[in-house]
């Protein structure tokens, strides 16, 4: 499979062909190291097989003891999280359709998506082979300005003077076969952006394949973690740094697709000799591929933000409901504190009663004092005869026998 996947290179587009390879290799590896993980007798097969034991054991002591309940909400999600922790952490088809594809695959797929309806090249290779051009052309122009010659200065010989000593020659200097010039500088130039335009591309591309490969051989380690409240966050942190990684994609293949796009029409007019450095557009091409460069630090970035919002479920145990409770006995001071209130009640009724004349008009009922006892303490009853302004007029709403 290795030689299958090294025949993919072919030296002409290397950018492509190293990308291309990298998956191959990386999809051969992350397989052969699942089925190494899950071989039959395998220290990790035997760890899962005692932690789903112990995980389904603990789950029945807990309706044993009544610290759960046998409901439809309470028993589904423990069944829900075995069967993915199973299907995950023991059968390749299915981490592959649900984990693999989806974090290695997805995002490339739905960056191409992005670049073709923006009018750029459709998918990756394509993508790369416009680099690979923008690349050439780069190396081509610093070759050529590297091996252009600048005119070199010709020094008049010193006027000889009759009777004066002759003048002493200076060293030869070592002859070189350019000169360094305007022409060189430009070279240099032409020669860290074209590096540094591949770095910031291919190398970040190529780094995050190998990061996400190992995260995903090692996923069913983690993935078996989730079965447990308390190492849960074992798992919640492995697919937080997974989706990290696995979205730095669906940021840089745009990102190289615009970059592309705008060095294609710049590197074209670099067939012109050079004769000064601000004549050339190597100083904006330098500025255009280290501002590229500061994006892709950001995508990067962007990932880890978003990846970090990531929050798996961390539902306890269902409250069981508890009986209800018996009424509990009144205490002394509840009591006490009872017939003193119904005391005040009926002291402030038989007060009025006695302050009250047959066939006065004006004055307070009992049934208003009681009412203003029951409101508030005794001792702010109010005991005035004097009618309120505006309320003569009033009748009686509770009819009250004279006391005989």
């Known amino acids: 499979m290795i030689d299958a996947c090294a025949a993919t290179f072919t030296g002409d587009t290397p ?48 309706l044993m ?16 999280k075995i069967g993915l922790v199973v299907a995950l952490a023991s059968s390749w088809p299915s981490y592959q359709a649900l984990v693999f594809d989806l974090l290695f695959d997805g995002p490339e797929q739905l960056a191409d998506v992005i670049v073709r309806q923006a009018g750029g090249p459709a998918g990756q290779g394509e993508t790369m ?51 360094l010039g305007a022409s060189q500088f430009v070279a240099a130039i032409l020669w860290s952006s074209a590096l540094v335009l591949v770095a910031a591309s291919v190398g970040v591309l190529l780094v995050v394949r190998i990061v996400l490969a190992l995260l995903l051989v090692l996923g069913p ?9 308390s190492t849960r966050g074992v798992a919640e942190g492995w697919l937080r740094v997974t989706v990290r990684f696995a979205l730095v994609p669906l ?18 007019t670099l067939d012109a000799p050079v004769e000064a450095v601000r004549d050339s ?7 255009v591929v280290a501002v590229f460069a500061a994006v892709m630090w950001q995508a990067a970035k962007l990932g880890r933000g978003i990846a970090a919002g990531i929050r798996l479920p961390r539902g306890g145990p269902a409250p069981v409901p508890e009986p ?46 009681a009412t203003r006892s029951i409101a508030g303490p005794a001792t702010e009853v109010r005991t005035t005869d004097v009618p309120r302004l505006g309320q003569t007029y009033r009748r009686l709403a509770v009819a009250v026998a004279p006391r005989r």
Do not use: K
């Open 281 to 287: 557009p190597a100083l904006l091409i330098l500025l």
């Open 65 to 80: 003891l009544g610290l759960s309940s046998l409901t439809l909400g309470e028993v589904v999600p423990h069944f829900v």
């Open 15 to 62: 950018l492509r062909d190293v990308l291309a390879g990298a998956d191959c290799l990386i999809r051969t590896q992350v397989e052969q190291g699942y089925a190494a993980l899950l071989a039959p007798g395998g220290s990790f097969a035997t760890a899962l097989t005692i932690a789903l034991t112990i995980y389904v054991a603990v789950f029945g002591y807990r």
């Open 221 to 229: 380690v983690f993935i078996a973690f989730a079965l447990f409240r």
């Open 129 to 179: 082979l416009a680099l690979q051009a923008v690349f050439e052309r780069l190396t081509d122009a610093a070759a050529d300005a590297w091996a252009q010659v600048a005119p070199v200065a010709v020094t008049p010989p010193a006027p000889v003077v009759p009777g004066a000593p002759p003048a002493v020659a200076p060293p030869a200097a070592v002859p070189l076969p350019f000169a």
């Open 324 to 369: 209800p409770r018996a009424a509990t006995p009144m205490t002394a001071d509840e009591r006490v504190l009872t017939a003193t209130r119904a005391q005040t009640i009926v002291a402030a009724i038989d007060a009025g009663n006695r302050r009250t004349a047959p066939g006065s008009i004006g004055t307070t009922p009992a049934a208003i004092v």
């Open 251 to 268: 940021f840089a293949l745009p990102m190289i697709a615009v970059v592309v796009a705008v060095l294609a029409p710049v590197v074209a």
